[in-house]
């Protein structure tokens, strides 16, 4: 049984709360049982942190152990070169989703630090990109 | 039936013959058989031009009519205008796919001038990307 | 009696049918008739294609013939060096003309390869442009 | 009867005299009194300064009561955020005119402030440019 | 007996007749015989096209079954990541060619995408160029 | 009795009366008489130009003079030096205002010449802005 | 009663101890034990953290619960997408303060990511400054 | 005898006053005397505005008629490219003047419109600049 | 006895396990027993986090206390200005090192926030470079 | 008999020792024996230094007396000026080569001082490049 | 006596010879006996070098021991920081000179990183700006 | 016995004389022999040249004989491709030092052309960088 870790970064805590137009108004826990109930061959788990830092660490906790990473790191993709080292460090594949379509909103949005050391990433696509990626990870 | 039209540009022809290392050995229409019999429920047909303005006119054709277009505009992603504003003009659905992790390779691959105005881009999960975009479609 | 080719570029065999806010409703080839019918004199021809070197090559053919040229070369003006190239080879005058005022558009539409080598630009009046661009043209 | 006013920046008082490989040895002023002849239905009346204030206050005057201004801004079309911003606070319609063809000149003509906030711009074809102008302003 | 194709761009076919101050007077066929003449050791064979498609798919078609191309892309040098994709795709060895000395005309000439993909450059010697390509192919 | 001038400049003049959804309908005639009802212990004089030369002589009469001076040079901000260099000649302290929030409005008008020679600045607070201005000159 | 909480970022907590001559010598406790004595009609809180995340966690608690937010956000002021985020997800209106121009010192500190999702800035007018800010948000 | 114009520019009437360990404390019209006192032979003329457009006039006046003119635009020099066509577009030949040294100074100080269109720069040598300008307008 | 800390941080905590082709095998725990025999004299201490507050709260924490601090701030090195502040407000003597030599590396990598706040710095020297900045620390 | 010069810049003494990989492992002075052979109605001279100033001194010493020089000057391309003045100022044609092809190499090696100022450039197809460069020059 | 140095760096030595049209034909020795001639009271010495170090190394010998140097750096004065760093290190003050207007030239040569560490600057005076520059040192 | 040399650049020879704020007052020599003293072990010699090729000849003698270079390039640091590639071309490890923090002062001190191809650098350590670097060496 494939583990995967699904890793949210800062404000999609608020899903379902923030600005509802551009992320939509359900809650990412609700999502994720979703998510749990359509892949039951999966063995999944969720971490949500609005610390840089604290997501570094999770990437180094199991990037080592779990079968892949799907992450939205939210503002720090645009920012964050310590999670982008994290995710080179580690031996699983990681694939990054955003909710919204970055490349139509602000230009600082458009460039990923995340991106070149992923294996792949899923834009624009609502919630639906984080099953999109567990189904890449899948095969 | 959902209708959907998977449109390649240029040199994607060559696929299974140039830079395997890169793209892989399968040919994509080997692939498209493949993605037919995956998607039973979808009436898929598929296009590939090197030409830029071929490409716009295709879009322009079947961006009226069906009900979704999955492209991989190859080089052109990067240097077109002309096809951007094709999708901008049509109201199907556009997903943006490239097979390779453009952010991984040279910087002119980083830009697209596509991505704004499509409704989401899978970048870098090899031809899974086409088979995750029509599942996006679907939906 | 004066000679004086319309060239048309890519996505302008939409007109009407793409997004009218910007552009309007009528099609191009009614409002052709209408600049016939307004310019008696003149020996009018039309062309349009969504290919650059289709461009490239009308210019050639028609810029050592007639007597002017009024372009509209959409999305070309802002990436083709080769269309650029072909009005500056030829003897005819060239006047561009856009229908929509590029400059309160997306910053990519600033900047024209052809309006250097251009004898002179009508920007943002519309189809009305066209007839202007005749009118320069007439003397 | 329409009323318009053409407004000309700084150095335009030198037509005729100035560079007239450029710009042409007629003065604006004998040009401007064949315009009149030109467009009897027209009120027309002509301001020039070198100064960029009181191009800024001709707007405000002439902006709320006028039905449209032609404007030559000269070297402020590329200088003056305070004149692009009285152009936007009038309600009049406004069309910018040069008479060079900027974009074959130094790059630092080759940007507008105005340009974003007129209706549309005629550029490169000589005195003839505001005639032209006139024409979009009575249709 | 080796092969080699010479493959050039637009406005190319306009050689002889346009700018000749830059480009000299003589047709390219003209020239083209004159090297046959010049190399009865090599096959050649010429191909223009002033579609950057057609440029595309022409390099895939000759790039897998001959031992070299001589090839000016004219503007599509400064522009098609395309044709530059090709030229990486096929096992021929590629040289780029330019009749002028691009350096010493407009910046937006100083780039050749296609530059970092050939095996090298000769530019700013005439149609001489192309001779001294052949010869380098030769070797 | 401190006393402080408050300067306006280019298309301040037309508070109340443009683009009322950003700055307000109120004229700030209308506003300068509150103010002076606001700080009965200031001697407050209002002087408005849309001539960048008269703010600078302005300016320097004032700067000798006056305990303050609260200015806010609307378009002039963003590209004038001249401005600049008169609040750095003069001793009085000087605190720039903007109404609107220029932060989130046209990237042009993000730069200040004069924010580094000034004491500080009150930007986006709508008239209010005035007030605390010559509050925080009060103190 | 209105509540507003104010929130200092990072080596704010050494005000008065660290670089006096830009940032003075008082503590930012006891000035905001003299705030809460200036506004007793506000329900005033205060918090600092050196961590962009608790930042981003605290914007999130009080900014859908208090009336009002003043923040300092010291250095990520200039590289945190993340709180901008938080900004524009809550309903309370934000006035950014600092407490030294930042506009004459390093260029790096001209940009500020929250400057546009606040309602206001107050720069430069050192402690005064969220003086001010309470009083913008008391109107 | 020759006639010659020394024009000064924006709060260059502060001479003596304004920031003199950069400037002096000399003011301008005690040196002119000096410089009349020094230049018997010549016949010279002072003016000095802070309006742009009255240096723009002035310049058009005298650059007729005299036989050289003497300029330090001040801060007009990095912005106003309406005195640099002003200089242009007049036969005298016009020398630039800057009492200190802009280049040990600002980065926006750095660049000068008016330099490449005038015949010369002294820059740096204080008020003693004026004199050498004078010097080589005479030979 | 001098007292100095190293303080390490985003993914540094990985040494050992971490891309060992560019940092080594040997885990920074084991380094620093084999730094404390080698420097008898001196008090060291480690601390490491992955948290930029963290690094800044430590910074405040030491800096006014030991005689000196050892900074690799890895990832934060280039994004962090909270962290140069830090380094700014104490007094303590800051050396920053680098294991590998970051200028043979990303682009973003060649740029540091923290450099011009340091004494010094010693990069690409591996492990080594810890030793040297003690020893550097010690005169 | 035509006389033409071989100029070679910094580190190509080392052909042959530096880098063969990229170079090659033949000296030049092997080399320049072979051309001697290959060109026996060419007066052939070899100059060699890794100073800038005496390539400048050798190219103004021959570049006045002999019918062309041909220049590979090496790292000096990309930074100097001086001897792109130098050839300016000789009538002599001048040939630059490279040996590698410079543009598949760092960012910094694209440019070349010297390329607008030759006739032109031959680049990347090794030594067999300085023999092409002799042909150009004897027709 | 005060003993001043003239300085010219690459290819001044061919004054007189190259682009004279750009540079008059006077050798720069011809042009120095007559400066002698012209300032009996100061004991003038002259060097020229096209190399770099040279220039450097007579900037130490001559900036301890003189009263003044006249440096015309040539193509140095857009890419010598070592010369820059000369003229810091000596006590003697420094005029730039340039024959040419070099802000009418290429883009390349508008920087001097001479100009900052210089007295001063005289531009595009031909060679009556050495003897400016003499005068100036003389006061 | 291991053999090392220091290669020191332009403007070092003044050391001790030369800005001694921010360089010491320690001439080089004497250090030298401080250095020599310290590490009886190490065969250390010395050279210092202004002239950049000087650097690369001396680079190229000892970098293929000795066991390691320091070098301090000085001013060509910044500027010299040359010397980078003379250090590439060699076998023997370089380490880079400068004694003042580059990064403190002028940005165009920040890149450093020979950084990349170095083992290390060592900066802002004064002259004891050099031994550090020779420590550095030796293991």
Request: hydrophobic share 45%; glycine share 8%.
């Amino acid at each position: 049984m494939k583990k995967i870790a699904i890793i949210n970064g800062p404000n999609l805590n608020l899903l379902g709360k923030r600005e509802p137009h551009i992320y939509g108004s359900q809650t990412f826990e609700a999502y994720f049982k979703q998510l749990q109930a359509d892949f039951p061959k999966l063995s999944l788990q969720y971490f949500q942190s609005n610390m840089e830092g604290e997501l570094v660490t999770k990437i180094q906790e199991v990037g080592f152990e779990l079968d892949g990473i799907v992450i939205n790191a939210g503002a720090y993709t645009h920012t964050s070169i310590a999670i982008a080292d994290a995710i080179s460090a580690v031996p699983a594949p990681v694939i990054e989703v955003h909710i919204s379509n970055v490349y139509a909103r602000e230009t600082f949005r458009h460039h990923s630090y995340l991106a070149p050391v992923c294996k792949g990433c899923i834009v624009g696509l609502g919630l639906e990109g984080y099953k999109l990626a567990l189904m890449a990870l899948l095969n």
